[in-house]
Nanobody, 123 residues
Framework: QVQLVESGGGLVQTGGSLRLSCTASGRTGSSYIMGWFRQAPGKEREFISAITGSRAGTEYADSVKGRFTISRDKLRNNVWLQMSSLKPEDTAVYYC????????????????WGQGTQVTVSS
């Protein structure tokens, strides 16, 4: 089992920045792929970004490419999502997730999820 805890959400103005953190505990020695999703009210959960375990390759949704940056520490216990140039449409609950495969990560079929952290971008 892997436990994921997000932090760093909050209220920010349009154009501002936030850095989300995800701390993993439990069986973190496994090479899980870590990712971020978000879900806005009335909308489906959306894949945002992922980072692989082996070579730290990254993927981003087109909606955040160039504005968000995912990173992780070498021990793979912490994952961050640096969000810049935030827009009101970025308002959502952001979730950290872990998956064994990138394909299942992309589909949102992750094995472990955090509880989420709210990000609100005011116009």
């Amino acid at each position: 089992q892997v436990q994921l805890v997000e932090s760093g959400g909050g209220l920010v103005q349009t154009g501002g920045s936030l850095r989300l953190s995800c701390t993993a505990s439990g069986r973190t020695g496994s090479s899980y792929i870590m990712g971020w999703f978000r879900q806005a009210p009335g909308k489906e959960r959306e894949f945002i970004s992922a980072i692989t375990g082996s070579r730290a390759g990254t993927e981003y949704a087109d909606s955040v490419k160039g504005r968000f940056t995912i990173s992780r520490d070498k021990l793979r216990n912490n994952v961050w999502l640096q969000m810049s140039s935030l827009k009101p449409e970025d308002t959502a609950v952001y979730y950290c997730a872990a998956s064994s495969f990138i394909a299942t990560m992309r589909r949102g079929e992750c094995e472990f999820w955090g509880q989420g952290t709210q990000v609100t971008v005011s116009s």
